[in-house]
C-alpha cells in the first residue's frame, strides 16, 4: 500500500518495484498522477492528480561505444549522457531540442522525457525519429505492471513493439524505468549554406531540389527570409558535396558557414532560440512539405511569424490565433506552448485512430490514471 513507501517530497520512487506498488496502490483508489521527468518538455499544469517524479530512476545501467548502445533509467539529465558519449565521439543522431528557453523552465531534461515525447530535431529528415532509434524498453502502466521490450540489438525486438507505443504517448500509457537506445559516431566536419533574400515558396524549392539528391543534406530550415541547408560527413567527402549543392542552386548566392558557426546556428535553430522569450501560444504542425508555403501563409495572416523544419515538413507558429482559427487552417497541430489558450493541446485524432487509442489506453491503464486527459485537454 502507499503508506509503506517511503514519504519523500512529492512521489519519487527509488526503484522499479516501488514505483509499481505506488501506481498499483493508485489505480486502486482511483487517484491520478502527473508524471514529472525534467519538465522541460510538455506544459503539464493542467492536468489533474500528484506529480510523480523520475529523478530518483536515475543512471546509466550500461553504455558500450563498441556495440554502440546505452541502456540508462528515465531520470537520467540528458546534458550527462551527451557528455559522456561525446567523449566517446558519439551523440543520438535525432538530435533532441532542449526546449528550456521555449517553455520558460529551469530543470534538466532528462532521457525519459525524451523518449517520452519522441523528441526529435533537424536532423531526423535524415536520421530519423527518437523511436528509430529506441531498441528496447522497461515501464510500469497503469495497472502497476513491470513491462519490459526489445533488447540491445535490433534483432532482438519480436512481437509487438512496445516502445514505438510508448515513444511518444507522454506517460499516458506508462512510466519508464529503462530505455535501450542506439548511439552513432558524431560526423567531424560540418558546414552550412545560406541562401538569404527568398520566401517560403522558394525555400521549400531549394529543400526539394536539395533532399532528391545522394548528398545527404542534415538539416533544412527556414527562417526570417533565410533557407538553410547543412551537410556533416568527413572533410574530403564534405567537400565534394557542399559543391555539388552549390552548383545545383545556381539561381541563388549561398553564405556558407564553417564548422565553428554550422554548430551555433543549428543549437539555436534546434532549440527554436528565435520563440524564446515569449509568452504567445507556440504551434508545432505537422504537413506535407509542399504544403508548407500555403499553411504558413495561412498562419501568418492571424497576425505571427513561422518557421519551417524537415524540408517544410514541420511548421513552427508562434503568435495570435484560437485553437479553431489554428485547427482550422490545418487539423495536424500541437499546442506546445499554451500562452493563455485553453483546451487541447493535442490534435483531435480520426475516429479509427481514436478508437485504437482508447483501446490501448483500456489495456495499459483502464483506471486512466496516467497523465489523464493530456492528449485530450
Known amino acids: 500500500m502507499i503508506a509503506d513507501i517511503p514519504s519523500r517530497a512529492g512521489l519519487a520512487p527509488a526503484s522499479e518495484a516501488e514505483l509499481g506498488a505506488l501506481i498499483a496502490d493508485r489505480r486502486s483508489s482511483g487517484q491520478p498522477l502527473r508524471i514529472a521527468g525534467g519538465g522541460t518538455r510538455t506544459q503539464t499544469d493542467h492536468v489533474p492528480g500528484e506529480a510523480l517524479s523520475t529523478a530518483a530512476l536515475s543512471g546509466v545501467v550500461t553504455y558500450e561505444p563498441g556495440e554502440m548502445t546505452l541502456i540508462a533509467r528515465p531520470g537520467t539529465p540528458l546534458d550527462e549522457i551527451e557528455t559522456m558519449l561525446a567523449a566517446e565521439g558519439q551523440a543520438f543522431a535525432f538530435e533532441p531540442a532542449d526546449m528550456r528557453g521555449v517553455l520558460g523552465r529551469n530543470g534538466a531534461p532528462t532521457i525519459g522525457g525524451m523518449v517520452a515525447a519522441n523528441a526529435s530535431g533537424p536532423r531526423r529528415l535524415l536520421a530519423g525519429a527518437c523511436r528509430d532509434h529506441l531498441l528496447g524498453v522497461r515501464f510500469v502502466d497503469g495497472q502497476g505492471r513491470v513491462l519490459k521490450n526489445g533488447g540491445r540489438v535490433m534483432k532482438n525486438v519480436t512481437g509487438l513493439d512496445l516502445g514505438k507505443l510508448i515513444c511518444g504517448a507522454h506517460g499516458t500509457l506508462g512510466v519508464l524505468t529503462e530505455v535501450a537506445l542506439k548511439t552513432l559516431p558524431y560526423l567531424p566536419d560540418r558546414c552550412t549554406l545560406g541562401f538569404h533574400g527568398v520566401t517560403a515558396h522558394e525555400a521549400v524549392a531549394i529543400f526539394s531540389a536539395a533532399?532528391?539528391?545522394?548528398?545527404?543534406?542534415?538539416?533544412?530550415?527556414?527562417?526570417?527570409?533565410?533557407?538553410?541547408?547543412?551537410?556533416?560527413?568527413?572533410?574530403?567527402?564534405?567537400?565534394?558535396?557542399?559543391?555539388?549543392?552549390?552548383?545545383?542552386?545556381?539561381?541563388?548566392?549561398?553564405?556558407?558557414?564553417?564548422?565553428?558557426?554550422?554548430?551555433?546556428?543549428?543549437?539555436?535553430?534546434?532549440?527554436?532560440?528565435?520563440?524564446?522569450?515569449?509568452?504567445?501560444?507556440?504551434?508545432?504542425?505537422?504537413?506535407?512539405?509542399?504544403e508548407a508555403p500555403a499553411v504558413a501563409g495561412a498562419l501568418a495572416a492571424l497576425g505571427g511569424v513561422f518557421s519551417l523544419d524537415w524540408g517544410g515538413g514541420l511548421i513552427w507558429y508562434c503568435g495570435p490565433g484560437t485553437a479553431q482559427e489554428v485547427r482550422g487552417i490545418t487539423r495536424h497541430a500541437t499546442l506546445v506552448r499554451r500562452g493563455g489558450l485553453t483546451g487541447p493541446a493535442f490534435p483531435p485524432e480520426a475516429s479509427a485512430v481514436a478508437r485504437l487509442s482508447a483501446g490501448l489506453r483500456q489495456v495499459f491503464d483502464p483506471a486512466g490514471i496516467l497523465n489523464s486527459g493530456l492528449m485530450d485537454q
Open 211 to 290: 533532399l532528391a539528391t545522394p548528398f545527404e543534406v542534415s538539416g533544412a530550415v527556414f527562417r526570417d527570409g533565410t533557407a538553410w541547408l547543412r551537410v556533416e560527413g568527413l572533410g574530403p567527402q564534405l567537400g565534394y558535396r557542399r559543391d555539388r549543392l552549390l552548383g545545383l542552386i545556381q539561381t541563388r548566392e549561398a553564405e556558407v558557414l564553417d564548422a565553428t558557426a554550422t554548430v551555433t546556428l543549428w543549437r539555436e535553430l534546434r532549440d527554436l532560440a528565435h520563440f524564446a522569450g515569449s509568452d504567445a501560444p507556440l504551434w508545432r504542425i505537422l504537413v506535407k512539405p509542399s
